[in-house]
């Protein structure tokens, strides 16, 4: 395994709480002091994580100017994660290139409940010290894998039983579609969206109506409409819309 960083106080955090026997060691600014940093080291004497305090410096060299006075050596391993969320309701990710919409949209997945988030690893950014940071920790709930074929994958959990939804801006609204069950739902990249082949394999394709004058939403706030209008459906025990034509199973 490969050492690698997370900064900040959420990352950090979530890292101590989630994983604590992954974690290396944590690294705190001498410079630096307050609650954050004491609820810092109390999570590390409770779970004896090595606890180093460093010169401001440094931080500023493993992590850059954005550490917030810590950070931790962890060991990566995606296929160790243990998803806490939903099985059944899993995201696919093509070419999300900025690290920030990557980290705001695992926040999302996360907290809507989703049990797997794929992501097609050609054309998209890594899931970086950044990318932790901007998801608050989030990143570290979820059970990540990087794929290398997004229509092998979709033909696999179709065969599991998986419905494939697609995101374009021209699809049906998602309260017009059965988001409950074994759900895939797939959200292409800032420019282009999904790819074409990724297209052709969906059953459906979600969009959100635009009544303002504004023409689109940015990534991470689009998937959290249509995820948690998936939260809603997946809650309630009134009628679903229609799937549609066949079943799946």
């Known amino acids: 395994d490969v050492p690698m960083f997370l900064y900040g106080f959420h990352p950090?955090?979530?890292?101590?709480?989630?994983?604590?026997?992954?974690?290396?060691?944590?690294?705190?600014?001498?410079?630096?002091?307050?609650?954050?940093?004491?609820?810092?080291?109390?999570?590390?004497?409770?779970?004896?994580?090595?606890?180093?305090?460093?010169?401001?410096?440094?931080?500023?060299q493993i992590a850059g100017p954005a550490h917030n006075g810590m950070a931790a050596e962890v060991r990566e391993d995606a296929a160790e994660r243990q998803a806490a969320g939903d099985p059944d309701l899993v995201?696919?990710?093509?070419?999300?290139?900025?690290?920030?919409?990557?980290?705001?949209?695992?926040?999302?997945?996360?907290?809507?409940?989703?049990?797997?988030?794929?992501?097609?690893?050609?054309?998209?950014?890594?899931?970086s010290p950044t990318v932790s940071k901007t998801s608050a920790g989030a990143s570290e709930w979820l059970a990540l894998e990087r794929i290398t074929n997004s229509a092998v994958e979709i033909e696999r959990l179709r065969e599991e039983g998986f419905w494939i939804y697609g995101t374009d801006p021209a699809g049906e609204p998602p309260w017009r579609v059965d988001l409950t069950g074994k759900v895939v739902l797939l959200f292409g990249g800032e420019e282009k969206g999904l790819r074409a082949r990724t297209r052709q394999l969906c059953d459906r394709m979600i969009g959100l109506p635009m009544r303002g004058r504004v023409g689109s939403l940015n990534i991470a706030t689009s998937a959290a409409a249509v995820l948690y209008e998936a939260v809603r459906q997946r809650s309630s025990s009134s009628p679903s819309p229609l799937r549609g034509e066949g079943a799946r199973g």
């Open 12 to 60: 950090v955090r979530e890292a101590l709480r989630h994983r604590p026997h992954d974690i290396a060691r944590v690294l705190l600014s001498a410079s630096r002091t307050g609650r954050r940093r004491e609820e810092i080291e109390e999570a590390c004497r409770r779970h004896r994580v090595a606890c180093e305090v460093v010169p401001e410096r440094v931080l500023s």
């Open 91 to 127: 995201v696919l990710l093509e070419d999300v290139q900025d690290p920030r919409n990557l980290g705001a949209l695992l926040r999302v997945c996360e907290g809507a409940g989703v049990g797997r988030v794929l992501i097609r690893d050609r054309g998209s950014a890594p899931v």
